[in-house]
């Protein structure tokens, strides 16, 4: 009877453990619950091995970097997901909209680990998107004074060179340079 009454208690206080980790089950956070719809949006952007991203797409995609970027602006993903939104900016030809994410990220993640590809591509988008020649060269010379060793400092350094050149004069000065 007492090994009956021990056996009893032991399913009961099982049976007690298991309800009470079932009803403990982890909600997800709305901060979790966001990535989760980021990542579940790029697979779906990005599942076309054509590369051909719809614009619509894209810009949805872009909005959710910039929410969770918003929203959690101390979380390591902010940044990334700001170099994220800039790229699809520049590619669906907003460059006034990657300036401004590349712009968040030069302002509050310094220890960003693409930080020096910001600069480089702010540079960039300001000579070959905006045609703001007088930023494009300010960016190339920060990029270059901060980053003298980086792999595109030397992409920089010709950028510079022929930055505000016509056509014609490139193809000058480049046929003039392959005679040397």
């Known amino acids: 009877m007492k090994l009956n009454l ?6 009961l206080m099982f049976a007690f453990v298991v309800c009470l980790l079932a009803s403990c089950k982890h909600e997800k956070t709305e901060q979790e619950k966001l990535y989760d719809e980021i ?6 952007l990005y599942k076309d091995k054509t ?3 719809y614009k619509d797409k ?4 872009v909005r959710m970097y910039a929410e969770y970027a918003d929203k959690y602006a101390t979380d390591t993903l902010a940044p990334e997901y700001l170099f994220r939104a800039a790229e699809i900016s520049e590619n669906a030809n907003q460059p006034n ?6 712009t968040r990220i030069e302002e509050n993640y310094k220890d960003y680990r693409n930080y020096p590809l910001c600069i480089f ?3 960039y988008i300001y000579e070959n998107y905006l045609k703001n020649q007088e930023k494009a060269r300010q960016y190339y010379e920060k990029f270059i004074a901060d980053y003298p060793d980086h792999e595109l400092a030397e992409a920089a350094n010709s950028s510079l060179m022929f930055l505000g ?5 490139l193809i000058k000065v480049l046929e003039k340079l392959s005679k040397e």
């Open 6 to 11: 021990h056996r009893t208690v032991l399913l």
């Open 39 to 44: 990542t579940a949006k790029e697979t779906e």
């Open 51 to 53: 590369e051909a991203i």
């Open 58 to 61: 894209a810009i949805e995609m």
């Open 97 to 102: 909209n990657a300036v401004t994410y590349l």
């Open 121 to 123: 591509k702010k540079a």
């Open 165 to 169: 050149m016509s056509d014609e004069d």
